[in-house]
């Protein structure tokens, strides 16, 4: 029931653990840090922060690491030694019983695979959010609008390192690779022994391009189809020809593998066009 040592000069315990400021300070505690639906009370003498967040594995912790992490340095003025390569970022200690619950040791993992700094750019990050979100959905009417990408229409393009998606139809811009959610290759058509084998899982059986669609994080023109409804066609918004599908619950790559929520585009709907410098001028390559 008491303080548990993680690390030199860090404790993890619970509410429990605050109810003794003797005990806190003979421990050399001079800071708090509670992840809690309540806020607890203040002890006097101690700089406290707090999360408001239930222990389930649902809760979004991720988002507020960054400030934990602050809090927790600005508490830990002296040096410490570098992390081994490879040491675990989730607490660790000879009793068992202290468990975190599966969703935020989870959420540490992404943390530390973002190098420990929360990155909203990283396709790791979107693809969580994008999950968070739709365990959360039901009949949308109101995203955030942090979701969405900037519909690449309404901004120039700068870097020619970045790929841009048009319809193919119409040639309106729909989206840039950085909105591309990659996930791991499925295994091919024997995931799809539960219904009838489609015709894009049976090109993943003839040696050809196994992911017959881009899956991609919503961009701003796809809000109006999203809301209130959980899955439905992707239209271009110029031409009105059929460009995919999105699901909140979820939809198979023609790969096999299953992939949530889903914004589904066909590549064979777009034309990839990538901008390359000639001296001063820039040029567009489909």
Same mark, same amino acid.
């Given at each position: 029931g008491g303080m548990v040592p993680v690390l030199p000069g860090l404790y993890v315990g619970g509410a429990e653990s605050c109810s003794s400021p003797e005990a806190l300070s003979a421990a050399g505690v001079v800071a708090v840090l509670t992840v809690d639906a309540e806020e607890p009370p203040a002890v006097p003498g101690l700089r406290a922060m707090h999360v408001r967040a239930r222990d389930e594995p649902g809760a979004d912790l991720l988002s507020r690491l960054d400030e934990c992490a602050a809090f927790l340095g600005a508490a830990l003025p002296r040096p410490r030694p570098p992390r081994p390569p490879g040491a675990p970022l989730t607490p660790r200690s000879s009793r068992p019983r202290r468990r975190?619950?599966?969703?935020?040791?989870?959420?540490?993992?992404?943390?530390?695979?973002?190098?420990?700094?929360?990155?909203? %750019? +990283?396709? !790791?990050y979107k693809r969580y959010r994008l999950e968070m979100l739709s365990e959360r959905v039901?009949?949308?009417?109101?995203?955030?609008?942090?979701v969405f990408a900037v519909d690449p229409t309404t901004i120039c393009q700068t870097s020619h390192t970045e790929v841009l998606y048009r319809c193919r139809k119409?040639?309106?811009?729909?989206?840039?690779? %950085? +909105?591309? !959610?990659?996930h791991t290759e499925g295994i091919g058509p024997t995931a799809f022994a539960h219904k009838r084998i489609t015709d894009s899982a049976r090109l993943s059986g003839n040696g050809q391009e196994k992911c017959t669609s881009y899956?991609?994080?919503?961009?701003?023109?796809?809000?109006?189809?999203?809301l209130g409804v959980m899955e439905g066609q992707l239209l271009c918004p110029k031409c009105t020809s059929k460009l995919g599908s999105f699901s909140w619950r979820g939809d198979q790559c023609s790969c096999g593998r299953w992939v949530t929520p889903a914004f589904q585009i066909h590549k064979s709907r777009v034309d990839e066009v990538r901008t390359l410098p000639v001296g001063n001028f820039q040029t567009a390559k489909t």
């Open positions: 975190v619950n599966p969703g935020f040791q989870g959420q540490l993992k992404l943390y530390e695979a973002m190098g420990c700094a929360v990155d909203t %750019s +990283s396709v !790791l039901s009949e949308p009417q109101d995203l955030p609008r942090e119409c040639r309106r811009a729909l989206f840039r690779s %950085s +909105s591309i !959610l990659s899956f991609i994080e919503p961009v701003q023109w796809m809000e109006p189809a999203l």
